[in-house]
């Protein structure tokens, strides 16, 4: 089955120290990558996304996202947390024509 | 350029009640989708088009049904409405890099 996993519900980190959000999927072909962020309230915003290429793309507000095929994996990291970045994380995988999400992770960061 | 609109943004439904969920997108997407978003378990593809005429089933289809007579326009109809369907429903296009998502439709079934 394909699916798309965030082992992590909830991660805290304090303003300042470098955040990592981890995804994993299980999904066949050559999937795209995206990473979504979406706050209290909110729509889903796009932040990045993985086609093919360089492992390590970057996106929107100092987030980059680190491809590793061998371990299905697909974490978002930013080397210096913010308030403002407190949000709930999506990943998501496309496979064929359909769009498949994780569950999210809650994103706390203390001030 | 308005990109993905959802109406109504709040909506609260009787039992047994049908509605339809409106989205329009101006970008010329292909692809569109309705997902609904629960506590917990993220978001679920409920039905997805991959252009004017053609429909498809997503993961939680059972009550809803969608058309897409024009590349615009993905309403989402809710048949008979149950409590279990009360959610934040979702809808994106797509022209198949990424998403733009609508803001929401926080849909309350009693």
């Known amino acids: 089955a394909q699916s798309v996993a965030q082992p992590e519900d909830q991660v805290n980190v304090a303003e300042g120290n470098p955040l990592t959000v981890k995804c994993t999927y299980s999904?066949?072909?050559?999937?795209?990558l995206f990473w979504y962020v979406q706050y209290p309230n909110r729509g889903l915003q796009f932040l990045l996304k993985?086609?093919?290429?360089?492992?390590l793309v970057k996106g929107s507000y100092g987030f980059e996202a680190e491809f590793n095929k061998s371990q299905t994996s697909f974490h978002l990291k930013k080397p210096s947390a913010l308030v403002s970045d407190s949000a709930l994380y999506f990943c998501?995988?496309?496979?064929?024509?359909?769009?498949?999400f994780g569950p999210g992770t809650s994103l706390s960061v203390i001030p | 350029n308005a990109g993905v609109t959802q109406t109504p943004k709040f909506q609260v439904l009787k039992t047994g009640q049908s509605m339809t969920l409106q989205c329009a997108q101006d970008?010329?997407?292909?692809?569109m989708s309705w997902y609904r978003q629960d506590p917990g378990m993220g978001l679920r593809l409920i039905h997805y088009s991959v252009g004017a005429g053609i429909t498809d089933q997503g993961e939680v289809p059972n009550g809803y049904n969608v058309s897409r007579s024009t590349t615009e326009d993905f309403p989402l109809r809710l048949l008979s409405a149950a409590p279990s369907q009360t959610s934040v429903y979702f809808c994106?296009?797509?022209?198949?890099?990424?998403?733009?998502f609508g803001s929401g439709t926080r849909l309350t079934v009693v």
């Open positions: 993985y086609i093919t290429g360089d492992n």
């Open positions: 970008m010329n997407h292909e692809y």
């Open positions: 999904v066949s072909g050559n999937p795209y």
């Open positions: 998501a995988v496309t496979s064929y024509d359909k769009v498949i």
């Open positions: 994106a296009s797509s022209y198949g890099e990424g998403y733009t």
